[in-house]
């Protein structure tokens, strides 16, 4: 039995590129094999929570537009309202074939009066999880907490200067922590939602970012402890909702990680909308990552280039799409991350298939971009230019300047006997483009 919320849409096919159904996938088959591997287990896809379920479409200047049966104008009983959710949230899950979820502790369980009562009430949902995800065989991607929302953490949590709502924070990170690992959760994640400042005239910077660095170190041991076998991941954001965040993008992170000696224990969620935000672009967060090692998971919705402001939307554009998966699969595709959707619809989108359809059309690109990724890896059409452009470095001088065989007056003396001197080459990047605007 349904909840009838999708009327008696229970399951999207895959229908093929010429397909016209809106509620059909025409690019993505879960099983399809490519570069010997499903595409399922290839894109790992995740639905998140707060956007689909628990976002009332309300924006700075008018409040709720989504009529949902379990908001609270409509129920009165905040946890049979939290298990109607859960029972539309996996509906969608499994109708979609997403093989992931991803859930804040707030979106799930209702506000309880104290800590106690959350830890309650959020154990009662997660027992209710079990049930679902046993009978849909849905896994979940990650778990994190919401230390953000409620008026407790208006000015922080780990960061917060009053070491109380620090306090509130860990032991809540410390819920979720199990709940994430009681339900076989593959990573957890921190975002820092409010781990900023709004002025620098009230803030003391390093306080906050020793507080920080022993807040992670406390989950990092508390992981450890238990035995908790995934991956925690921290998603950087540059801003918003603080005018500046201390996980600014992923070069930051990485450098505060180093300081709290932290950078072998966490990753990092790459969200494409937060690297618009910090000036760069997906990919260039995506490489940064790669290159100090740290690469964790991504959340795929896009920004609005337009409005400054974190949009998440859903994925359209494949050939952005087509680099970035580029990076993530030439540096050999996903381990414990996946590909999240923290997308949400528009406000107008009020009509209950306009779930289904953003993640169908999100899903379909994803599909195409990672296709055309993944056929760029295995046929080196990018690589062998690198490749070739980086080769000098073999020769055994080039390796000892690197490796520290040589000294500064070393290479002088061998510059000017082998009368070293240097000829330009071209960058290829115009063919390059070309290149990649064949496979997309
Ligand atoms: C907000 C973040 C958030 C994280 C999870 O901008 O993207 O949704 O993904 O807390
Ligand atoms: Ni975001
Ligand atoms: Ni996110």
């Known amino acids: 039995m349904t909840t009838g919320f999708f009327g008696d849409i229970t399951s999207i096919p895959f229908e093929g590129p010429s397909s016209t159904n809106p509620l059909a996938f025409k690019h993505y088959d879960p099983n399809e094999m490519v570069a010997g591997k499903r595409m399922e287990d290839h894109l790992r896809f995740a639905i998140c929570y707060w956007h689909s379920f628990c976002w009332p479409g309300d924006d700075p200047f008018g409040g709720q537009t989504f009529d949902r049966p379990w908001f609270p104008d ?30 804040h502790d707030a979106d799930v369980r209702p506000e309880g009066a104290n800590f106690a009562e959350n830890t309650k009430n959020l154990n009662e949902i997660v027992d209710y999880f079990e049930g679902k995800m046993a009978d849909t065989g849905i896994k979940l991607l990650w778990g994190t907490a919401n230390l953000f929302s409620n008026r407790r953490y208006m000015s922080g949590a780990g960061s917060n200067p009053d070491p109380d709502v620090f306090a509130f924070a860990a032991a809540t990170v410390k819920t979720c922590l199990d709940a994430t690992m009681r339900l076989g959760g593959e990573n957890y994640v921190l975002w820092g939602g409010r781990e900023g400042y709004e002025t620098l005239l009230n803030t003391n910077m390093g306080s906050e970012m020793d507080q920080l660095g022993r807040f992670f170190n406390l989950v990092v041991e508390y992981k450890h402890k238990i035995g908790f076998k995934g991956t925690i991941l921290i998603e950087p954001k540059p801003q918003e909702p603080t005018k500046h965040q201390y996980d600014y993008d992923v070069a930051t992170v990485y450098g505060f990680l180093k300081r709290y000696g932290l950078e072998d224990e966490v ?15 997906f990919e260039h967060e995506l490489a940064t990552a790669n290159a100090l090692g740290i690469f964790g998971s991504i959340d795929m919705n896009r920004n609005d280039y337009q409005s400054g402001w974190d949009t998440d939307q859903f994925p359209n554009n494949v050939p952005e799409m087509a680099i970035a998966y580029y990076h993530i699969m030439q540096a050999g595709g996903f381990t414990t991350g996946g590909t999240n959707f923290d997308s949400k619809l528009r406000r107008q989108s009020i009509s ?34 690198v490749d070739e452009r980086y080769s000098g470095w073999k020769k055994p001088e080039a390796d000892k300047m690197l490796t520290g065989g040589f000294s500064l007056g070393e290479i002088a003396e061998w510059v000017e006997k082998a009368d070293i001197n240097p000829q330009p080459k071209s960058g290829r990047q115009e063919l390059l483009e070309n290149i990649v605007n064949r496979y997309v």
């Open 267 to 281: 990753r990092v969620n790459i969200e494409q909308g937060h690297a618009i935000l910090a000036g760069h672009s």
């Open 352 to 385: 209950p298939d306009d779930l289904l359809i953003g993640h169908i059309g999100g899903m379909d690109c994803c599909a195409r971009g990672v296709k055309a990724a993944l056929a760029m890896v295995e046929d080196k059409a990018l690589s062998s230019i």
């Open 74 to 103: 409509r129920m009165s009983d905040p946890m049979a309202a939290a298990k109607l959710k859960a029972d539309v949230a996996f509906e969608m899950f499994s109708a979609l074939g997403a093989p992931y979820f991803c859930f």
